[in-house]
């Protein structure tokens, strides 16, 4: 099984890139934000430290995590996100291990993982290769305003606390450029997954 990792600052189109592997290559694709979510949850393995940590105030009525409050409370206060981190990246980081050898013993010839901290949490030790989604940040403003009715102020912000260009190709062995046209960027996909080593 071939493991891959993609990465890449807000707005560069990821989820464009994930949908066509999965759809051409028959990928499995894990989207570490989305299993966060999942295990800060009620019943998640992280759910009763956030809870114990932070208190009733990041709850909804329904007693699940309110995203958009936990989401403001980190963003706004640098030690409530290293507290949370603490909390959630080792649970992510032992889920996506377990994941991947249910996935090896089942067959799986691709496994994709997407996440934003995949440098910064070292997911070179348990993958093939990294892959940086390159788009320009006109381009990226452009799609966030778009998608998500971001203002350029709220995308610049986004972008600044993540790692730059520089950083993003000095650690990925990969560089899909995804600022063009989506048949552009899938040619590039192609011209890989086609290689020896990544038959699927």
């Known amino acids: 099984m071939k493991k891959i ?6 707005g560069s189109g990821k989820s464009a890139i994930l949908n066509y592997i999965k759809e051409k290559y028959g990928a ?17 393995v992280c759910y009763e430290g956030l809870r114990k940590a932070f208190g009733d105030g990041i709850l909804a009525e329904d007693g699940r995590i309110d995203n958009k409050a936990f989401a403001a409370l980190i963003f706004s206060d640098e030690e409530a996100r290293k507290k949370a981190n603490a909390i959630i990246h080792p649970a992510v980081r032992t889920a996506i291990e377990e994941e991947i050898k249910e996935q ?4 799986c010839a691709l496994y994709v993982l ?14 093939d290769e990294l892959w940086y989604i390159y788009a320009p940040e ?3 403003f452009q799609r966030l305003e778009e998608s998500r009715g971001y203002s350029r102020e709220k995308s610049l ?4 606390r993540q790692k730059s260009d520089i950083e993003f190709r ?8 995804n600022g063009g046209e989506p048949w552009e960027s899938e040619a590039q996909i192609d011209a890989i997954l086609s290689g020896e080593g990544f038959r699927c």
């Not at 000095?170 to 450029?177: E, L, M, N, S, V």
């Open 138 to 140: 006109d381009v990226r």
């Open 114 to 127: 997407e996440a934003a901290l995949l440098i910064e949490e070292g997911y070179d030790e348990i993958l």
């Open 157 to 160: 912000s986004i972008m600044r």
């Open 104 to 107: 090896e013993a089942a067959g």
């Open 5 to 10: 990792g993609i990465t890449g600052g807000v």
């Open 170 to 177: 000095k650690h990925c062995r990969r560089i899909i450029d």
């Open 28 to 44: 499995y694709i894990c989207v570490a934000d989305e299993l966060a979510k999942c295990l800060e949850q009620p019943g998640g």
